[in-house]
C-alpha cells in the first residue's frame, strides 16, 4: 500500500500549487485540473479501501518531521478502516462538488484562486484523516481551517464576507487552543503523539489521571470545528463563501472532523465517562438549540447551515454514547444528502440570479426539475423518511441514545421533528406554493447545466441508497444479513465498545423507536404542510402571538451580540486601556521622567557655555593656578 | 653695576613695557608695534643668556616674518580700534588682573624659591652651547626626527593656511557660502 | 582550518566592501546599489559552507581562531560557532541582501553612506554571534550600535530622532551595567586563576559564588531584556520600528532582536546558572507578559507597523518562555523561533515597506481592499502573516510548537497561559489583514501597481525559508540539538550541586524549596 | 663673572607670561589675541634658555627652535581662519563669535 498512498494527498497538493500559480493563465482550464487531481485520490482512495476490505492497513513514516530533544513528530500515514471511509467522503464528495463547482464557478474572475483554495482543502483535508499521529491532525486541523477561512472569504470584496472568514478562523482558533493543551498533555504524560503510540500507552494517561483532561480538550477542539455549541457561531456566517464551498467544507467533510476526531481516540474517550457524559450534553444541546433557529431563518444556505449545526450534534450524541459506527455511519450519510442540499441551494440560486431568501421564492418545481427532485430526496433523507439514508443512521443513533439514557432519545426525538418541519418549510416555500419570486428575474430562470445536475443526481442516489449499507442488524437478521458498515469498523472500535458495553435494547423496543421515528418525522412534515401549503396555519400570526419568542430565535438569541458585548468589547477596550495608559503613560512615562530629570540638570549646567571664548580661556587659567597651586604649596 | 645687568635691565623694562603696550593699547596696529618692541627686547635678553643664534633666528622669524604678517593681515582686514563693552567685559577686566596677580606670585615665587641665591655660572664656558655649530650638532643627529617632523609641521600649516584662504572657504561653491552665512545670522538671531 | 579562516573572511567581508565603497563615486547610485548588494549577497553564499560543514554532532565551539588582541590586559580576538550561533549567523547573512534590496528605490538621500552603515553594520552583527571573549563582544555589540542609530537618525520618518535617542539609551543603559559585569567577571576570574582574561570558555569554568551570580545575571540580563525587548523594557521597539527605514525595521526585528536572546544562552545561562534558576520564575511571568500584553496593544494598534511591532514583543515572550522551561525541546523550539521570528517579521516589516512606499502612509484606516489592486502581494503578505501566526506547515508552528510543547513539561501552567497567545495572533494579525487588504478597493488605493521583479525577488527567498522550515525543520534542529543538550546539562548539574550544598548547609529550608517544586 | 642670577630672568619670564594672559583674557580683537598668545610663547622661549644656559644644556635651545616652529605654524593657520572667519562674519571680535554654546 505504501507504494501509492502518499499520492493520494499529493495529487490535490499539486492542483493547487498549479492552479496557485497558474490560475491567471489556466483560467477555465483550472477547473479540470483541480477535478482530476481530486479524482486521482478518490480512484487511489477507492484501491486503497478495497485492500483495507480485504483486512490489509497501513501505519508508517514517510519522513521525520519535527524531531527536538524527546519530541519527534513524523509525517506518517495511517490506513485502516476509518480512515479509508472518511478518505472515499472526503475525496469522493469532494470530486463531485468540484465537478459542480466547474458549472457553478463559470465565469467568475479568478477561478483560478478559488480551485486552489480547494485543492488546498483537499489536500489538508486528506491529511487530517490520513495522518499517524496528533500533530499530523493537527496539521490538517489547521489547514482545513485555513482553506475555511481563505474561502468563506473568497469574495473579498464584500466585508461581511471577509469578516466572516476572520470569524471562522478565530473561533477554530479557540478550538484549537484546546486541542493543543491536549496535545500537551498527551505528550507529556506518555511522550509519543502517535495513534499507535497512544494505543498502547492509553493505560498510563489512565494511571496519571489526565485522561479526563485530555479528553475534554481534544474535544473542545473538535467543538470548534464542528461547530458545537458554545462555538458554533462561525458556521452561519461561513455561508458567506461560494455555494461549492458551503458544499464542500461547511456540510460534508470538514465541519466532521471533530466526529473523525472523537472516533479515531474512542479507546481514549471510553476511559473516561465524564468526557463521554460532557459530548453526549453538549450534543444534544447542539441538536435541540441549532434546530430551533432554523425553524425561523429566511436564507435558504443559513437554514441549511443550522440544520448542518444539529445534524452535527446528532453525531456527537452518537460517539458520546459510545456508538462510534453509528456516529460515523450519520457523518457519512450526512456528507451525501447535506452536500446535496448545498448543491441545490445553489443551483436554485444559480437559476434565481443568486437569491438566497426562500420569502422571495416559491413554485420552482416546475421550472428546474432536476434540482427540485434531487433537493426533495435529499429532504427526505434528513427527515428520516425510509428507506431513505437518514433514516438508518439517525434511527441507529437515536435508539443508542435510548440505551443510553432514555431522557437524551427525547431530546433527539423533539430536535428530529423541529428538523423535519424546517425542512418541509425550506421546501415548501422553496419548491411548491405559489411564485413570491421577483417577476424580473422569474423571466430568467433555467435548469443549471449539465455540470452541475450531474453531481446531483450521483449525490441524490447515494442519499438514498447510501443508508443501505448500515441497515441496523436486527433488521438486516429478517433475510439473514448484517450491518456491513459496523462490521467494517469493528476493528477500529473494538477497545472502545469492549470497555463500553453498550447495553442492547430488545427487538420490540428496537422496532417501537422507529416507527417513533418515522412517525415523528411524517409529523413534522405534515405540520409543515399544513402551514405552507394548506395554510391553515397562518405562520405569520403564530410569529405575531409569541413575539418574545419568535424575535429571540429570529434574531439567533443575541448569541453574537452577547459574545460581541461580553468579551470581545471588553478585550479590545482592555488593550486600548494597555496601549494608552500602561504603555504610553507609565513606561514610557518613566522614561521621559528620567530624561526630564537629566534636562533640568543640563539646563543649570550648560550656563557655564556662554561662547565667549575668554571664559573658557579664564577657566582654563584658573585650572592652572590651581594645579600650580597645588604642587608648590602641598 | 655691570654692563651686563644694565643691559638686563634695560632690556627687560621694555620687553615688559611692549607687553603691557601690547595689551592695553586698544590700537592693534599699535599693539603689534608694541609686540615688536617686546621682541627686539627678549633678543637682548637672549643674547645676555649667550644665545646668540637663537636670538638671530628670533627676530628673523618673529620680527621679521610673524610681525609682518600681523600687520598685513590687520591691514588687510581693516580692522578699527576696538571699544570696550560694559558689563561683562569690566568685569573680565578686573578679574584678569587677579589672575596676573595669582600667576605671577604662582611662577615668580618657583623662580625665586627654586633658583634664589643659587651658584651663578658663567657665561662664558668651555664648552660653548649657543653656538651654530652645537645646536646644529645637536639638531641633526640627536634630534633629526622631531626636525623632519617640524618640516612637515610647517608643510601642512602651510597648505591648510592656503586652503583656508581660498575664495570657497572649504564651504563649497561661493553660494554655499552665502547660504552657511545666512543661516549663521538666522541662529544668531534666534539667540 | 579554511573554515576558521573563511569565518573571519564572512564577518569582515562587509566592512571590506564598505570601505571600497567609501573610494566609489557619490553620483553613481546605480553602482553604489549594485556593490552594496552584491556585497552581501556574496557574504551570503560564503557563509553558506560554514553552516554545511558544521558538524551537528558536536557540542563544542568549531572553526575557531585565537589570536592575540591587547596583550596586556588579556583581551583576545576569539571566535568561532556552536549550534546556537551558526544558525543566528546565517540569518544575519540572509537577511542583509534582502534589506539591501528593500532599500533600493526608497533611499534617495545620501545612498552612499546609507550603505557603508548597512554594511558596516552587518559585520557589527555577525562580530557579536561569534564573539567568545567578553571585551570583543562588548565591541562588536556597541559597534552595532552606531550605524543602526545613523539608520533610524538619519533616514527614519519624521520623529526619528527621538526614536533614534530612544533607541540608543535604551540599549546603553542596559549595556553599561553589562560592561560593568563583565569588569566585574574580569577581575572575579583573576582572583580565582590569578590569569587576566577575557575568554568566556575560560570563564565558563569559573564556579561563582550564588550570592555573586545574582546581581551579575541581574547586570547581564537587564542589558538582554532590553535588546529583546521584554515587557517592560519594550517600549523603544515600536518608536523605533516605526520610524525606522524599512531596512532598518528589517534588520531590527531580523537581527537585532535576536541577540538579546542570544545573549541569554551564551552568556547568562553557562555563566549564572544558579541565579538563572533563582529569576526563573520571574523571567516566566514576564515572558508570558510579554506574549499577551504584545498581543493585546497588537491588536488595537492603528499603524500598521506598530502592528508588527508589538507582534514582536509577543513573539519574543515564547522564545523566553521557551529559554527559561529548560527542556531541550523548548529551547530548541525557541532557538528555531528566533530564526521563524528573524524570517518572518521581517518579512513582515518588508511587506509593510513594500505598501507604505506606495500609499506613504501606515495607517490601517487609509487601506482597503488592497488585494484586489495587488494580488500577488496578497498571496505573498498572507503567507507571511500565516508563518507569523504559526499555522502548520509554515515556520511558524514549528517553532511555537517545540516550544509549547517542551514548556509544559517543565511549566504547565505558564504554557497554557502562553498557548492563549496563538489565539490573539490569529486575531491581531487577521483582523489587520482583513482591513488593509479585503473589503472593497477604496477610491485612493485604485491606482496601486502590484509588486515588480525586484520586490517578487525579495519575497521568495523569504517563503522558500517558511516552508523549508515549517516542512523539513530538521536541516536547522539537527545542527542546535547537541549544543543545546550540551549546555543544558552543564547548567542542570551546576544547579543540582548548588541544590546539595544548600542542603548539607541548611538541610531543613533546602528541603522545603525542593518539596515545593 | 656673570651677575645676573638666573630667577630673574624666570620673574621676567613669568610677568610676561602674566601679560600674555591677561591679554588674551581681556582683548576682544582676536589678532590682539593672538599676539598675546605670541607673548605668552615668547616668555616661555626665555624661561626655556634661562634654564638652557644655567644646566649648560642645549636641549633648551632645541626647544625653543620647535616652539618657534609651532608658533609660525600658528600664527600661519590662526590668520587663515580669521581672514575665513572675518569674511563671513565681517568682524574679528571674538565676542560677535559666540555660536558655540550649549
Redesign the interface.
Known sequence: MEDFIWLIPLMPLLGAIIN?LFGHVLKGKAGLIASIAVLISFLYSVKAFLMVLDGVTFDGDL?????????QANFGLRIDQLSSVMMLVVSGVGFLIHVYANGYMHGDR?VGRFFAYMNLFVFSMLMLVMGNNL?LL??G???VG?CS?LLI?YF????S???A??KA??VN??G??GF??G???I??TIGTITYSGIFENVERLVSAGVVTTASLLLFMGACGKSAQFPLYIWLPDAMEGPTPVSALIHAATMVTAGVYMVARFSFLFSYSETAMLVIVIIGTFTALFAATMALVNNDIKRVLAYSTISQLGYMFIGVGVGAYAAGVFHLMTHAFFKALLFLGAGAVMHSLADETNIQKMGALYGKIKITALTFIMAWLAISGIPPFSGFFSKDEILANAYAYHPLVWFFGAVGAFITAFYMSRLVFLTFFGESRVDPEVEKHIHESPRVMTIPLMVLAFLAVVGGLVGIPQFVADLWGGSNHFHHFLEPVFAAANERLHLAHLSHALEYGLMLASVLIALGGIYLAYLMYIKKAIDPDALAAKYKGAYTTLYNKYYVDEGIDAGLLNP??V???W??HF??ERI??GL?NVS?KIVMLISLLV?RV??????HY??VM??G??LV??YY?FS | MALESILFWLFAMLAVGGGVGVVVHPNPVKSALFLVVTFFALAGEYVLLMAHFVAIVHIAVYAGAIMVLFLFVIMLLNVQEESRLAGVWGFMRYFSVVLFVALFVQLGYFGYQGFFGAENVPLVRETEIGTVEQIGTALFSQYVLPFEIASILLLTAMIGALYLSKQKLGLGEPARAARVKEALHEKEEAH | MEMASLLNIVTFMPVVGAIVLMMLPRNENQLIKSWAFLVTLVTFIASIPLFWYFDGNSAEIQFATVASWIPFIGASYHIGVDGISILLYLLTTFIMPLAILASWNSITERLKEYMIAMLILESAMLGVFISLDLLLFYVFWEAMLIPMYLLIGIWGGKRRIYAALKFVIYTMVGSVLMLVAILYLYFLNHNYTGGYTFDLLAMYNLNIPFGVQIWLFLAFALAFAIKVPMFPFHTWLPDAHVEAPTAGSVILAGVLLKMGTYGFLRFNLPLFPNAWEYFTPMFLYLGIIGILYGAWVAMVQTDVKKLVAYSSVSHLGFIVLGMFAMTVTSMQGGILQMINHGVSSGALFLAVGMIYERRHTREISEFGGVTRAMPVFSVFFMIICLSSLGLPGTNGFVGEFLILVGSYQSVPVFTIIATVGIIFAAAYLLWMFRRVMFGPLTEKNRSLTDLDGREITIMIPIIVMIFWIGIYPSTFTQKTEKTVVALLEKAKAAQVAYQMEQQREFPVEAQVITDSK | MLSIPVHYFLILGAILFGLGVVGVITRRNAIVIFMSIELMLNAVNLTFLAFSNYLNNVEGHIFVFMIMVVAAAEVAVGLAIIVAIFRLRETVHVDDIRLLKW
Open positions: 496557485g519522513f521525520t518531521w519535527i524531531a527536538a530533544g524527546s519530541f479568478s500533530l493537527y496539521l486541523w489547521e489547514g485555513l477561512y472569504g473579498y470584496d464584500k466585508p464576507a471577509a469578516k472568514g476572520l478562523f478565530l482558533r479557540v484549537d487552543f493543543a493543551i496535545i500537551f498533555i505528550f507529556t478585550i479590545v482592555m488593550s486600548r494597555l496601549w500602561v504603555d513606561i514610557d522614561v530624561a550648560r557655555q556662554t561662547g565667549y571664548v575668554q580661556a579664564s587659567v584658573i592652572v593656578i600650580l597651586g608648590l
